[in-house]
């Protein structure tokens, strides 16, 4: 008589996620399809209707800016209302202004001006979707399954925005500038047909069972709380802060890429990029494998080896100026960055309360975009201190000495104890 092999049979299962988490990922899949088409659409429809490079990168710089000024709005509103309505409402909007962009691009009347416009509100529209996105996966997902839910939150991101809305934009631009913005403006339907069918009450605080009173009514008193809160906490403060000075360093790091990979490593507008791909593959390969291992060691330990990765590949681009090397590099900061936010908003997610959630979710991201654009900032502040090449090295060296020194300062301040003493607090029942 045959046996089956034990490993068959005494190997674990992953928990399932549920049909919530699946209709949630599938709205968050085909909106940053979406966004995918329009990194691309957006630059190259400005750059058919002006020759100025300086109103093409205007177009650009108008979808992040609302990332800046928008995000703890966005914050206050999704910890006030449903936050499924509020992600549906964001998308109708978005979608609405993307048909009618297409259709200017259709008739030939779109304009510089115009174009700026539609980015600012689409990128306002953008920051309420994925804000509030990210502050209702604990309410659909189980606390012990965080790890493997935002593992595949970040992996859908990154493969959809990377690997398939810039070839699929590029196809679509193939025929027609109008044609692109209309499938993105039936993707972002698509997205808000998924939550149209994701049940559940997901109106903050009525996931809590603990007695905590109700935030204040007025926006500003409900805004000054969030970001209070978050400063007062003894994990989540020093967990901002190093997220933001690490952000810094992948700035100081970005703002010179195209022209170190050009100036410094002699490769061409091909090469570069297959190489900026590179930390993309890392980055997908790393939300698949992370949450296998994440939780069998402590958030301290996965957050001091992300930095250590992220600065032995900063130092090793700035010193070793080879191809080889870059891939290398780019493969593990890939690797590394998704294995922090992998860990980080998963103990966001378990720390923060649901009521407060949306608030400290934007607070944190209003100042990892701040320190974005002060390393965009200090980068170019650099060339012409130094000699070509060691002016587009320095960031590196710059980045990688920052992210040793938050190796050191994460494992002072963010201990085991104090993280798992924080988990304790906010667990279920806790208090």
């Keep these: 008589m045959s046996q089956s092999s034990p490993h068959a049979t005494d190997r674990p299962r992953p928990e399932p996620l549920g049909s919530g988490f699946r209709r949630l990922l599938a709205a968050l899949g085909l909106g940053n399809l979406g966004d995918g088409i329009a990194v691309v659409a957006l630059p190259w429809y400005a750059a058919t209707i002006t ?4 109103m093409v990168a205007l177009v650009g710089a108008a979808t992040r800016l609302p990332w800046l000024l928008f995000a703890l709005p966005a914050g206050v509103l999704g910890d006030r209302v449903d ?8 998308g109708g909007i978005k979608a609405s202004l993307l048909a009618v962009l297409a259709a200017l691009a259709f008739m030939g009347l779109g304009s510089i ?14 920051v309420f979707f994925d804000n509030t996105a990210q502050s209702m996966l604990p309410t659909v997902v189980p606390r012990s399954r965080l790890e493997r839910a935002n593992g595949l939150f970040q992996g859908v991101e990154r493969v959809l925005n990377k690997f398939v809305g810039a070839p699929l934009a590029g196809v679509l631009l193939a025929v027609s500038t109008g044609l692109a913005f209309g499938v993105q403006a039936l993707l972002i339907l698509g997205a808000v047909a998924m939550l149209f069918v994701l049940r559940g009450n997901f109106r903050a605080g009525d996931q809590e069972t ?7 009514s007025s926006v500003w008193s409900q805004l000054r709380e969030g970001v209070v809160w978050l400063w007062r906490h003894p994990v989540m403060r020093p967990m901002a802060l190093i997220t933001g000075l690490s952000n810094l360093g992948a700035a100081l790091m970005a703002s010179v890429m195209v022209l170190f990979v050009q100036d410094v490593l002699g490769a061409g507008p091909q090469a570069y990029g297959l190489l900026m791909t590179v930390a993309a593959v890392g980055a997908v390969a790393g939300s698949v494998v992370i949450p296998s291992f994440a939780t069998r060691m402590s958030v301290s330990t996965s957050l001091v080896l992300s930095l250590t990765l992220m600065a032995v590949a900063a130092l090793t681009l700035a010193l070793l100026r080879s191809v080889p090397a870059f891939m290398v590099c780019q493969l593990l900061i890939g690797f590394a960055s998704m294995w922090w936010n992998i860990t980080a908003i998963s103990l966001f997610g378990r720390v923060i309360p649901d009521r407060l959630r949306s608030r400290v979710f934007s607070a944190h991201r209003t100042l990892s975009w701040g320190m974005l654009l002060l390393g965009g900032a ?8 130094l000699g070509r090449e060691w002016s587009l090295a320095l960031p590196f060296l710059s980045a ?6 938050l190796v050191g300062i994460t494992a002072l301040v963010l201990t085991r104890r104090g993280v798992d003493e924080a988990l304790a607090r906010s667990a279920p029942g806790a208090g």
Aim: glycine residues 6%.
């Design 83 to 90: 936050r499924r309505r509020l992600m549906m409402a964001a």
């Design 51 to 54: 020759d100025d490079p300086f």
């Design 400 to 405: 990688g000495l920052l992210e040793t020194a």
């Design 113 to 126: 001006p115009s174009l700026i416009v539609f980015a600012l509100l689409v990128g306002v529209c953008e």
């Design 378 to 385: 200090l980068a170019r502040f650099s060339e012409g201190l």
């Design 210 to 216: 603990s007695e905590e009173p109700r935030p204040a």
